[in-house]
C-alpha cells in the first residue's frame, strides 16, 4: 500500500475484499447483515471504554469505524462519505444556535428544549408523535431515559425530584401489594413500573441508569474474581463454601477494590 490517510487505507481494503479476487464472506455482505456485528462491536467499544484501557479503546474503535465504512462502501451508490459527513456538521451546526449563532441559552432545561424543538422541525417527515423517534432497538434502561428526557423536553414529567420520589414510594407500594398477590404477570408491569421510574429520579440526578448499573455490574464481576482467586488459593471453589465463608470473602474482595 501507498502512504495514504487511515480512511483511503481502509476503503483500498474494503475494495480488495470485495473484489473479484476478495473474501466471499465479505463479498456476501449486505448493509443489513451487518448490522448485528455493528451492535456486538458498539457493545464491546462501550466496554473499553469504561474499563479505560487505551489498548482496547484503540482496538475496539477502530472495528466500530472499520464497519461503518464497510457499510458507507456498500451503499456508495445511494450516498457518500463526504456527504455524510458534511451533513452531520451542518446538523450539529444548526442544533447549536447558542455556539454558532446568537441564540442565548440560560439552562440547561432551555438547552434540552431548543435542542428537541430543532431536531422536531429537522424530522417532520418522520412523524408527528414525541417517541415516534426513540430507536425500538435500544436496551430498555437507554430507551426509558430517552423516553423520560424527551417527555421532559416537552413538559411531561414530575415538578421536582421530590416528586419523583413521592411516586417512586407509590410504585414501590404497588410492587409489594402484585408481589402479595402472587400474580408473575402483575408482578412483572408493577416492577417494570418502578424501574422506569427510577431511571427518571436518576435522570434528575444527572445520572444515566444503563451507565450506572454497567459500572455496578463490572465492580461486581471484578469482585467475585477477587472472590474466585482468594477461594482458589485455600483449595476450593465459591460452590464449596458455606455462607459464612463467602460473607467474609465478599469483605476481603470489596477491601481488594477499594
Request: glycine share 6%; charged share 30%; hydrophobic share 35%.
Amino acid at each position: 500500500m501507498t502512504d495514504k490517510n487511515g480512511i483511503d487505507k481502509v476503503f483500498e481494503v474494503i475494495n480488495k475484499l470485495l473484489g473479484p479476487q476478495g473474501c466471499p464472506w465479505d463479498r456476501e455482505q449486505t448493509p443489513e447483515s451487518l448490522c448485528d456485528y455493528l451492535v456486538e462491536e458498539t457493545f464491546e467499544l462501550t466496554s473499553a471504554i469504561r474499563s479505560g484501557n487505551i489498548r482496547e479503546i484503540h482496538e475496539e474503535m477502530g472495528d466500530v469505524l472499520f464497519l461503518l465504512l464497510f457499510i458507507a462502501r456498500l451503499l456508495q451508490e445511494s450516498m457518500s462519505l463526504d456527504q455524510i459527513l458534511k451533513e452531520s456538521s451542518r446538523k450539529m451546526i444548526r442544533r447549536h444556535p447558542h455556539v454558532f449563532a446568537d441564540r442565548d441559552i440560560h439552562s440547561r432545561k432551555e438547552l434540552v428544549q431548543s435542542w428537541e424543538k430543532i431536531k422536531k422541525t429537522e424530522k417532520s417527515h418522520v412523524g408527528r408523535y414525541l417517541l415516534e423517534t426513540i430507536p425500538k432497538g435500544l436496551p430498555p434502561l437507554l430507551q426509558a431515559y430517552r423516553m423520560h428526557s424527551k417527555a421532559a423536553g416537552a413538559g411531561f414529567t414530575w415538578s421536582d425530584a421530590n416528586e419523583v420520589e413521592k411516586q417512586l414510594n407509590a410504585e414501590w407500594g404497588e410492587w409489594l401489594s402484585s408481589r402479595s398477590s402472587g400474580e408473575t404477570k402483575k408482578m412483572e408491569e408493577e416492577f417494570g413500573d418502578y424501574l422506569f421510574t427510577l431511571v427518571e429520579y436518576a435522570r434528575r440526578h444527572n445520572i444515566k441508569a444503563n451507565s450506572a448499573l454497567g459500572r455496578a455490574n463490572a465492580k461486581f464481576a471484578r469482585r467475585v474474581r477477587i472472590m474466585e482467586d482468594l477461594a482458589r488459593d485455600k483449595g476450593k471453589e465459591l460452590s464449596d463454601m458455606d455462607g459464612h465463608e463467602l460473607e467474609n470473602l465478599w469483605g476481603q474482595a470489596k477491601l481488594a477494590d477499594s
